[in-house]
């Protein structure tokens, strides 16, 4: 894989991590919440004005367009394992901005899946 392809591939993955980041502060906010008939619009109009959830979804558009740039460039079997990256990215984020629990078997998880990202990327 060439330089430029793992770079395309890797800014779409970060912008992915970056989308779910957002929508996680922007939902920390509301807390847990419903959606029923009579609360549909309202809560649906806070979400929408939420600035963490405009930059969550507008991270999405982006990496949506620069994944097409990268698969029109790798085989998709190759590029698509690469988006595991971004759960090593969100779980190490969220622990560090969240407080979430990042224990032991969500660290032997993650290395495995580096170890997997790098036999995929040497193919």
Do not use: D
């Not at 079997?77 to 759960?87: D, T, V």
């Not at 407080?99 to 990202?117: D, K, M, Y």
């Amino acid at each position: 894989m060439k330089a430029i392809e793992f770079a395309l591939i890797l800014f779409g993955v970060l912008l992915n991590a970056a989308a779910q980041l957002f929508l996680k502060a922007g939902v920390r906010q509301f807390g847990h919440f419903e959606f029923t008939v009579s609360n549909a619009w309202p809560v649906c109009s806070q979400l929408a004005t939420n600035p963490g959830i405009v930059a969550g979804l507008s991270c999405y558009v982006v990496s949506v367009v620069v994944w097409i740039m990268a698969l029109s460039r790798v085989e998709v079997s190759i590029a698509y394992p690469m988006l595991s990256i971004g759960y090593i990215v969100n779980a190490l984020l969220a622990w560090w901005l969240f407080g979430e629990a990042v224990g032991v078997q969500r660290l032997s998880g993650i290395a495995v899946i580096i170890v997997g990202v790098i036999i995929v990327a040497r193919s």
